[in-house]
C-alpha cells in the first residue's frame, strides 16, 4: 500500500518570496503523484501530477515540482509566491497497479504575509 | 463545461438525524469517489463507483454510512443517526475512469459542510 507524508502542517512567507512543500512518498513501483490545492470554502483543484519521463513537472500557476526517487520525494515550488497562493496543499500518491484509490497527505496549510 | 457539484453547500443537523449529501458528477465521468475532511486532517477516503461495478465501500467509518449511485451518474451519501464526531467536510471527486483510476486526475465538488449539534 501507498502512504503519502507532508511534513508541514504550516508554512508562512512573505509575499514574493520563494516555495518549498514538502511531500514525500512509500510506494513499491513507480508512483502516479500529484499535487492539488484548496482554495477556502473550494474543492481541491491539479496543480500538477507526474507520470513518467523529465522528472521536473511544471504546473499552473507559476508552480513545479520535481521527483526524486531516491529520495522518495515531490516537492512543490514557486519562485514567487502571491498572496493569492495563501491556500492548503495537498501531496497524493496514486499507484500504477492494484488499487485504484489515490492516498492524500494531511496537506500543508500556506500563509502568505503581505 | 459544468464541474462536480454538491448539495447542499452546508448542513446543520442535531444528533441522532440522518442526513443525504448529492453529488452530480461531470458528465460522463464513470468514476465517482466520496471523501471526508475533518479540521486539520486529510482526506479520508470513504467509497468508490466506477461504472456498473460494485462500490469499493472499504473507507465507510460504520454501518450508519452509505452511499448508492443511480444510473451511473448522481450519487448520494447517506448518514444516519448522526454523531457530533460525524461533522466535517463531504468531499465528492468524478473521474473520466478511462485510463486506470491510479492515474486519472480527480475534478472535486466544492464540498458539503455537515455540523452536527
Known amino acids: 500500500a501507498q502512504s503519502v507524508t507532508q511534513p508541514d502542517i504550516h508554512i508562512t512567507v512573505s509575499e514574493g518570496a520563494s516555495l518549498e512543500l514538502r511531500c514525500n512518498y512509500s510506494y513499491g513501483a513507480t508512483p502516479y503523484l500529484f499535487w492539488y490545492v484548496q482554495s477556502p470554502g473550494q474543492g481541491l483543484q491539479l496543480l500538477l501530477k507526474y507520470f513518467s519521463g523529465d522528472t521536473l513537472v511544471q504546473g499552473i500557476k507559476g ?42 497527505g494531511r496537506g500543508t496549510s500556506l500563509i502568505v504575509h503581505p | 463545461g ?38 486539520g486532517q486529510g482526506l479520508e477516503f470513504l467509497i468508490y463507483f466506477q461504472g456498473n461495478s460494485a ?56 464540498g458539503t459542510r455537515l455540523l452536527v449539534l
Not at chain 2, 459544468?2 to 465521468?29: F, M, W, Y
Not at chain 2, 451511473?72 to 486506470?100: F, K, M, N, W
Request: hydrophobic share 25%; with cysteine; charged share 20%.
Open chain 2, 2 to 39: 459544468a464541474g462536480v457539484s454538491q448539495s447542499p453547500s452546508n448542513k446543520v443537523t442535531e444528533k441522532g438525524k440522518d442526513v443525504e449529501l448529492r453529488c452530480d458528477p461531470i458528465s460522463g465521468h464513470t468514476a465517482l469517489y466520496w471523501y471526508r475532511q475533518s479540521l
Open chain 2, 55 to 110: 462500490p469499493d465501500k472499504s473507507g465507510l467509518p460504520s454501518d450508519r454510512f452509505s452511499a448508492e449511485r443511480t444510473g451511473g451518474s448522481v450519487s448520494t451519501l447517506t448518514i444516519q443517526r448522526t454523531q457530533q464526531e460525524d461533522s466535517a467536510v463531504y468531499l465528492c471527486a468524478s473521474s473520466p475512469g478511462a485510463s486506470g483510476g491510479g492515474q486519472e486526475t480527480q475534478y472535486f465538488g466544492p
Open chain 1, 63 to 104: 508552480f513545479e515540482a520535481e521527483f526524486k526517487r531516491s529520495q522518495s520525494s515531490f516537492n512543490l515550488r514557486k519562485p514567487s509566491v502571491h498572496w493569492s497562493d495563501a491556500a492548503e496543499y495537498f501531496c497524493a500518491v496514486g499507484a500504477s497497479g492494484g488499487s485504484y484509490i489515490p492516498t492524500f
